[in-house]
């Protein structure tokens, strides 16, 4: 299935809740950005790049159950992007894209 990145972006925000959150701003209502949580609720935070995606990955891979982290390496490559990684990470972890 082809997912867009900002699907994907979601998915890999509600692997990590006590780090990102998901808002709209009010310029593109209709598309979610990722934001680093601020330490002031009335702050966003800095939004979330593309190129630190992939660490995000590599920080819920670090939080996987011994179990699920087997089953997930066995399936991924260290090629991956981040858009695979974050659809394998989804399929271990049970979450919907």
């Not at 900002?6 to 950005?33: S, W």
């Not at 601020?38 to 630190?52: Q, Y």
């Amino acid at each position: 299935m082809n997912y867009t990145h900002e699907q994907l972006k979601q998915a890999l925000a509600k692997m990590l809740p006590d780090d990102l959150m998901i808002v709209n701003k009010l310029t593109h209502p209709i598309i979610p950005m990722l934001y680093w949580k601020g330490k002031n609720i009335e702050w966003e935070g800095e939004p979330v790049l593309d190129t630190e995606l992939l660490h995000l990955c590599v920080m819920v891979e670090d939080r996987l159950e011994p179990l699920s982290e087997e089953y997930y390496f066995e399936r991924i490559s260290k090629r991956f992007n981040w858009q695979q990684r974050v659809i394998k990470l989804a399929e271990v972890k049970g979450i919907e894209i």
